[in-house]
């Protein structure tokens, strides 16, 4: 029996949905609206379309599968197309992320993944939906496998980098600032190790990021990152350069999380009190602000976005 459809026309608070995963892509919203009042054949073009595009493939399917009828619509969708693999695929991500709310097994998810995998051998989508399972729950030996798996599929993967770097930065959470931290060699690989046009550049950004999330969690560095000494060390001011010099240089404009980048990118300057290149990235971020790394260590990620646009742009 197919499951009962979502109530339609239910009045949602403002504050319910208030980051877009979507960013800027129009049509990938577009196609989860649809999917949230059952019309599951938007989100079978738009991924039909997508073709081997990984990252924005990436992209689509787990911004898709965080709508809350996301699963219950793509079985109906399976019901017309049992073989699908983009349906598969996509109930796979969905129950990924329902284990990682705590409303799915978490085996039944990875179980998933790898049917979908058998699908599609090619394409790395079904393991980064292991890798999120394994960032959140696994052993570092699960979590290099799937990582692994993902990049023997596409090398550049720009999500499966990031849960990588987010979970390599809370290894030795209490060592204290140390330069000589794994996550920073793991980012500087990746970056060095990527083609000159990827945004795997900014990585190391990324991870010192990440880094400081944990130090302040631990109490190792001020609550407030504008206060605190991790973004005015020399290595830190390196890697901030670096970062901006490729931005300037590449930009990037139409890769799928771009403005991710960005919102770290100008999180560092902002932190870094560089004014003037944070001002130039506050341009571009528009009002695409990311929960991370704005909420780091606890904060409202909204206020500290507008706080620090406001202080980079001179209109606070």
């Known amino acids: ?11 949602r608070r403002p504050a319910a949905q208030p980051f877009d995963e979507a960013l800027d892509d129009a049509e990938l919203a577009a196609a989860r609206a649809a999917l949230a009042q059952g019309r ?46 983009d349906a598969t695929v996509l109930l796979a991500l969905s129950r990924v992320r329902r284990a990682l709310a705590g409303k799915e097994d978490p085996d039944r998810a990875r179980t998933a993944c ?12 079904p393991w980064l ?25 596409y090398a550049d993967h720009h999500h499966a980098h990031h849960l990588m770097v987010a979970r390599l930065a809370e290894r030795r959470a209490d060592a204290g600032a140390d330069p000589l931290h794994e996550v920073y060699d793991f980012a500087n690989w ?7 046009d990827s945004p795997l550049a900014v990585l190391p950004v990324v991870a010192h990021a990440e880094r400081y999330r944990v130090l302040a969690a631990a109490g190792h560095e001020p609550a407030d990152p504008g206060a605190s000494g991790h973004w005015s060390g020399r290595r830190a001011r390196q890697v901030m350069k670096a970062a901006f010099d490729w931005w300037l240089e590449w930009e990037q404009d139409g890769h799928p999380r771009r403005l991710i980048d960005l ?8 932190c870094g009190r560089r004014g003037a290149e944070a001002a130039a990235l506050f341009h571009r971020i528009g009002d695409h602000v990311t929960p991370a790394p704005w909420s780091y260590p606890d904060r409202d990620p909204r206020s500290a976005f507008r706080a620090a646009r406001a202080a980079a742009l001179g209109t606070g």
């Open 40 to 85: 599951w054949q938007s989100a079978r073009s738009l991924l039909a379309h997508t073709g081997d595009d990984w990252d924005r493939r990436g992209h689509r399917v787990t911004v898709l599968a965080r709508e809350s009828y996301c699963a219950a619509w793509t079985r109906e969708w399976l019901l017309v197309e049992p073989d699908s693999p």
């Open 114 to 125: 790898r049917e979908a995998a058998r699908l599609l051998p090619a394409d790395p989508t």
């Open 129 to 153: 939906g292991v890798l999120m399972l394994e960032r959140a729950r696994g052993t570092d030996a699960d979590l290099v496998r799937a990582f692994e798996e993902v990049r023997g599929r």
């Open 190 to 196: 990746a970056a060095e190790q990527a083609p000159a």
């Open 263 to 270: 919102n770290f990118l100008a999180h560092a300057k902002s």
């Open 1 to 11: 029996m197919s499951p009962p459809p979502p109530p339609l026309g239910r009045g």
